[in-house]
């Protein structure tokens, strides 16, 4: 499958970890493939060292403010940040907005049911690009106090993080304030249990007690648990597997503290945690009830926990409808996969046909497995999902040294230059932007970096992106030989024309008009160097294609309806141009699936490629 052997084989359980072959050959041998322009050599394109500084295509860079006059070069790749008790205010997140931030997360496993109200409410409040539509007080259209338009509406999507079913340690026996900790001594047998009288007990340097009741079921001699995100190493000894709550015994590898309710990984173990905590069904109901865009489900370990949130929210949609929070039709919150387990890396190709995009967690993930093997799994990870078709985020520390300092180190920049030369849609920031100094300068940051990498993947070196997109071309044909009907649709062989054309062409962007969705998905896919601009008359599937390298969507509401189809590509090519993303003189591919006809008994779809007026 997409993966390499060494992705699912066992050596992820016994953490004897050896490089494998990496799915992205960097530089490889597709620069003549299908799509591809002749290849040149090195020598002869515009050097990395004669790039512009990237804060020139910034369209904030005018006192963070837009400008209808310039034109907009937007990044491909998009920006995740989680906005927390930093980011939160609305000046504060005005401006992460238009430095850039295209997804707001927020981390169910601290935030509050207030604080969520609050950060929701602010994100709808955020002046966005559609204030300069039709000017700024344009006929037919009404400007609100917050800077809403009542036709243009921001096009923004959330992204519910959950917690997600956890491990920890209990209470420690006398901490009545929280904060008390225990010393544990390197070479020190430590007993796990799992046993009523330790809990309430409460654990000790020798007996710790750790909410799993099968702990004992699922390791074995020689096994390690790490305790506080790896702070402490035990490596087991003896495990009573034939009891009911069998002890487990073992041996610290390190000194170090340990403090109440810290949390358990388990490398390599095989466990039968649920998908869902009970909190995360309730803070996933609740989401529902906020109409977010996404879920990210942590600590999937295989495509059957993926399913299961599915039908729960399929669920919640049927109850929320009846008590009348909800339209039955209306579109779910898609699931974006955490891989940050041994477990799910095992099972990765099954989860990634389930899920509807994947988030490479490199912090947990880090913690299971040799972190030297982390940037390898990334690398597949991001080629397989560009071969499936569907969005990748990369995520964790990517500029954490910005949460104290105003410049992020020359290693972290050189991280977000690789994940977007990996074929990342999609780049996050945690704590920098949640609770960092810098919440606006770390997205500033992190756009202009996006920039100066697309801008030498483009210009310089477009080996890079023609692979990520002949991985897709590769992933369609194994589809198709596997009787897959999607693979060989008219969506996706009018995506492809649209690609090609664009290029050849040198057009300046791809107008999309769609109704579901998919054909701005299979578009990006392809991997265009240009923007994609997808006109959606639905509000929630405009903001779910947000995820998507290159796709800008509009939110059109119902300013389409009554224009006849004919007119319809020239009409939004007009409203391309006044959003900034063309110019007279641009060329433009426009796509479409029309409805049928009397001559025509089924949709059909067309391309057409003008130059701006």
């Keep these: 499958m997409l993966l390499t052997t060494a992705l699912r084989s066992r050596a992820w359980s016994n953490a004897k970890l050896v490089a494998s072959p990496i799915a992205v050959h960097a530089f490889g041998s597709y620069a003549t493939a299908s799509l591809s322009t002749t290849s040149r050599s090195f020598s002869t394109r515009r050097s990395s060292f004669d790039l512009p500084d990237p804060r020139n295509f910034m369209s904030y860079q005018q006192n963070l403010d837009y400008n209808a006059a310039q034109k907009w070069n937007p990044q491909l790749s998009k920006i995740v940040a989680t906005i927390g ?181 388990l490398p390599g173990a095989e466990t039968d945690l649920p998908a869902m905590s009970e909190k995360d ?36 949609a049927e109850e929320l409808a009846a008590e009348g929070k909800w339209n039955l039709g209306h579109p779910l ?106 919440p606006v300068q770390v997205v500033q940051m992190m756009n202009e970096i996006i920039s100066g990498a697309e801008h030498f993947t483009k210009h310089s070196m477009p080996e890079i992106n023609l692979e990520a997109r002949e991985r897709f071309i590769r992933g369609q044909a194994d589809r198709a030989s596997n009787g897959s009907p999607d693979s060989k649709c008219v969506d996706s062989a009018l995506a492809k024309a649209a690609v090609i054309a664009a290029e050849e062409r040198d057009a300046s962007v791809i107008v999309v008009l769609t109704s579901q969705g998919n054909l701005p998905r299979l578009v990006s896919a392809y991997r265009p160097n240009i923007p994609i601009l997808a006109f959606c008359p639905n509000a929630k599937v405009a903001r779910q294609l947000m995820l998507h390298r290159g796709v800008h969507p509009i939110h059109t509401g119902d300013l389409l309806t009554g224009v006849q189809s004919v007119k319809r590509p020239a009409v939004a090519i007009q409203y391309a141009k006044q959003f900034g993303m063309v110019q007279e003189g641009d060329k433009v591919v426009v796509v479409t699936r029309e409805t049928a006809c009397d001559e025509l008994t089924t949709d059909f779809a067309s391309m057409k490629i003008a130059t701006v007026p």
Aim: glycine fraction near 8%; include cysteine; proline fraction near 3%.
């Design 333 to 438: 919150p898609l699931v974006i996969s955490k891989i940050e387990s041994v477990s799910a890396l095992n099972h990765f190709d099954d989860i990634l046909d389930e899920s509807d995009g994947i988030m490479v967690a490199r912090g947990d993930l880090g913690v299971e497995i040799p972190i030297q093997q982390v940037t390898n799994a990334q690398k597949e990870m991001v080629a397989a999902c560009n071969a499936a078709g569907k969005p990748v985020i990369v995520a964790t520390q990517m500029l954490e040294s910005m949460a104290k300092n105003p410049r992020p180190t020359r290693a972290e920049v050189a991280d977000v230059t690789n994940a977007i030369y990996d074929g990342a849609d999609c780049v996050m920031l945690s704590g920098e932007t949640a609770k960092g100094k810098y």
């Design 281 to 316: 069904k309730v803070d996933i109901r609740y989401g529902m009830t906020k109409d977010v865009d996404y879920v990210a489900a942590s600590f999937i370990q295989n495509a059957d926990g993926v399913r299961e949130i599915k039908k729960y929210m399929a669920q919640c």
């Design 85 to 265: 008790p930093t980011s939160e205010q609305l000046p504060v997140l005005q401006d992460i907005v238009r430095c850039g931030m295209r997804v707001m997360r927020l981390n169910f496993s601290h935030a509050t049911v207030e604080e969520v109200e609050l950060r929701v409410s602010n994100l709808k409040a955020c002046k966005g690009r559609h204030s300069i539509f039709l000017g700024e007080h344009g006929e037919g259209t009404t400007i609100t106090s917050t800077g809403e338009s009542t036709i243009h509406k921001n096009v923004r999507a959330i992204l519910l993080d959950t917690r997600g079913p956890e491990l920890r340690t209990g209470k420690l026996a006398g901490d009545h304030s929280g904060h008390e900790t225990v010393h544990i001594e390197a070479g020190s047998t430590v007993t796990l249990c799992t046993t009523d009288d330790i809990r309430d007990n409460g654990s000790t340097s020798s007996h710790l007690y750790i909410d799993y009741p099968k702990l004992n079921k699922c390791l074995v001699p020689g096994m390690k648990v790490l305790l506080d995100d790896g702070a402490i190493i035990l490596t087991v000894k003896e495990v009573e597997s034939e009891k009911h709550h069998g002890n487990v015994v073992c041996v610290a590898d390190n000194s170090g503290e340990i403090r109440s309710r810290a949390g358990v990984n």
